[in-house]
């Protein structure tokens, strides 16, 4: 079963679902096309240098269909956040779930040994 979350958006309920991985690889790459769809070839250091009002109102529409640039121009920065962490939360949490031990794993081997 799907993980859902509501939270309020400019006024308005805004129902957050989990995704299939093959459509948060779709995502990734209307988000970012130059990526096509890889993590890994998204450019942060070019698009943080576009960061803008203007990022917000195109790029929160492509993740939230229900929103558009109107509904992102009269929200309250915090329920930009919320919208956000509750798309991490429902996409993410399984995979931040089994991630963390094998990064503590990962983390525990690198460590220097004392002899």
């Known amino acids: 079963m799907a993980r859902t979350k509501s939270v309020t958006f400019g006024g308005r309920k805004i129902r957050v ?36 009002f203007g990022l917000l109102y195109e790029k929160i529409p492509v993740i939230f269909p229900d929103i558009t640039a109107e ?12 919208l956000v962490e509750a798309f991490i939360e429902v996409n993410f949490t399984g995979l931040k779930r089994l991630l963390a031990p094998i990064l503590t794993f990962a983390q525990a081997g690198l460590t220097p040994r004392s002899s």
């Open 71 to 82: 509904d992102v121009k009269s929200a309250y920065p915090s329920e930009l956040e919320a």
């Open 17 to 52: 679902e989990e995704r299939r991985i093959g459509e948060l690889e779709k995502l990734i790459a209307d988000l970012f096309p130059e990526s096509g769809g890889d993590v890994s070839k998204i450019e942060l250091d070019k698009l943080l240098g576009q960061f803008g």
